[in-house]
């Protein structure tokens, strides 16, 4: 029923920006308490980038501070992840979640039961 889809990957050079978004249906971004954006590499797990309340307050995973921002658009809703000066070691399939839970402390992805197909973005040096 819950569908979440992402769009805005692709390949883009080091130091340059890149904005993933989020599309959903059959779930509410006003009444979520939380959603989250997670990216895998190959040979690694699955790591949680960035995650947002429906209060917009947000949490980051070290590597990204300061250079990505996760926003919602609750009249929309839709999920998005800004990303400036990109790296390399930023290259991964990005993943758009969502929990039904109303607990929002955790950015493990088993805690999240919603989940997009992915986009890839490709960062050179």
């Known amino acids: 029923q819950v569908q979440l889809v992402e769009s805005g990957g692709g390949s883009v050079q080091a130091g340059g920006s890149m904005r993933l978004s989020c599309a959903s249906s059959g779930y509410t971004y006003s009444s979520s308490s939380c959603m989250g954006w997670f990216r895998q590499a190959p040979g690694k797990e699955r790591e949680g980038v960035a995650i947002?309340?429906?209060?917009?307050?947000?949490t980051y995973a070290d590597p990204v501070k300061g250079r990505f921002t996760i926003s919602r658009d609750n009249a929309k809703n839709s999920l998005y992840l800004q990303m400036n000066s990109l790296k390399p070691e930023d290259t991964a399939m990005y993943y758009c979640?969502?929990?039904?839970?109303?607990?929002?402390?955790?950015?493990?992805?088993?805690?999240?039961?919603?989940w997009g197909q992915g986009t890839q973005v490709t960062v050179s040096s």
């Open positions: 947002i309340t429906s209060r917009a307050s947000t």
């Open positions: 979640a969502a929990r039904s839970s109303r607990i929002c402390s955790s950015r493990v992805a088993t805690d999240f039961n919603y």
